[in-house]
C-alpha cells in the first residue's frame, strides 16, 4: 500500500512538472510570436554599436542566402528566452518550493530572481560598455586597403556570445552564496584566496571572450568586484545562518 502511494505521489510530481515545462515552451512561443514582425529592427538595433564605429560607407554583408532571414529569427528567439526568463524562474521556484524548508526558501527565493537581474545586468553591461569599446579597437587596428564588411551570422555569434560570457560571469555572487550555505567553503577563505581569484578572472576573460586584452579585461575587472560583493553577501547569510541555528538550539 505504502508502495503505492509513493508512486502514485511521484507520478504527481511528473505531472506537475510536464505542466510547468510546458508552460515554459508556451511563454517562450509566445514572447517569440509578438517578436517575429519586429526582428529586423531587433537586429539592426543589436548590430548599432557596430555600426556606429565602422566607416563611413561600409556596411554589414550576407555571405550566406538564407542569412538575412535566419540570423534575425535567432535572434529574436534568444531574445525570447531572455525575456521569459523571469517566468521560467518562477516556475522552477513553484516546482521546487514545496519541498523546501522554511530557512531555505529565505535563502533560494532571493537567489533565483537576483541570479536573473545579475544576467540581464551582465548584458547590458556587454552591450552598452564592452561592444563600442571593443568595436572601436577593432575597427581602428584594421590594416590599410582592408574594407570592413562583418558577416550578420558572424557578428550575430559573435555577440551571443559575449551576452552569454558576461551575464554567467555576472552570476558570480550567486555561486559564492551558495558555496557558502552548503559548506563548501567560507568567506574568509574565499578572502585568502584573492590572488589566486585576481590570476583565474583574467584566464577566465582570456576563454570566455575574444582573443583581445580590451575585452579580456572588460570582463575579468567586473568578475573580480562581483567576487567581492559576493563574499559581502556570503557574510551576511553565514551570520543570519548562525543566528538561526542559535535560536534552534535555545
Known amino acids: 500500500m505504502t508502495t503505492a502511494n509513493q508512486s502514485y505521489t511521484l507520478f504527481d ?7 510547468r515545462l510546458l508552460r515554459i515552451v508556451l511563454s517562450v512561443i509566445i514572447i517569440f510570436c509578438s517578436l517575429i514582425a519586429f526582428a529586423q529592427d531587433i537586429y539592426q538595433y ?11 560607407g561600409s556596411q554589414m554583408i550576407a555571405t550566406d542566402v538564407a542569412s538575412p532571414f535566419f540570423a534575425p529569427f535567432k535572434l529574436t528567439l534568444v531574445l525570447s528566452f531572455f525575456l521569459a526568463m523571469p517566468f521560467i524562474l518562477y516556475q522552477i521556484w513553484g516546482f521546487v518550493a514545496p519541498g523546501l524548508y522554511k530557512k531555505e526558501k529565505r ?3 532571493p537567489l533565483m530572481f537576483g541570479s536573473t537581474a545579475l544576467f540581464y545586468s551582465g548584458i ?7 561592444f563600442p ?9 584594421a590594416p590599410e586597403g582592408v574594407t570592413i ?6 557578428y550575430l555569434d559573435f555577440v551571443l556570445k559575449l551576452f552569454f560570457a558576461f551575464g554567467a560571469a555576472f552570476e558570480i555572487p550567486v555561486a559564492i552564496v551558495l558555496m557558502c550555505w ?12 584573492r590572488p589566486y581569484v585576481v590570476v583565474g578572472a583574467f584566464v577566465l576573460g582570456m576563454l570566455l571572450t575574444p582573443p583581445d586584452i ?6 575579468a575587472i567586473p568578475m573580480l568586484l562581483l567576487f567581492e560583493l559576493g563574499i559581502i553577501v556570503a557574510s551576511f547569510y553565514a551570520r543570519n545562518g548562525s543566528s538561526d541555528v542559535e535560536t534552534n538550539d535555545e
Request: hydrophobic share 50%.
Open 214 to 219: 580590451i575585452s579580456q579585461t572588460l570582463l
Open 46 to 56: 543589436l548590430a548599432q554599436p557596430l555600426l556606429a564605429t565602422m566607416p563611413v
Open 124 to 130: 547590458a553591461f556587454a552591450y552598452y560598455g564592452v
Open 13 to 19: 510530481h511528473l505531472l506537475e512538472l510536464r505542466g
Open 107 to 109: 535563502l533560494i527565493a
Open 182 to 193: 552548503t559548506g563548501i567553503t567560507t568567506p574568509e577563505s574565499l578572502r585568502t584566496k
Open 149 to 154: 564588411a562583418t558577416d550578420i551570422s558572424s
Open 133 to 141: 569599446i571593443v568595436f572601436a579597437f577593432f575597427s581602428s587596428v
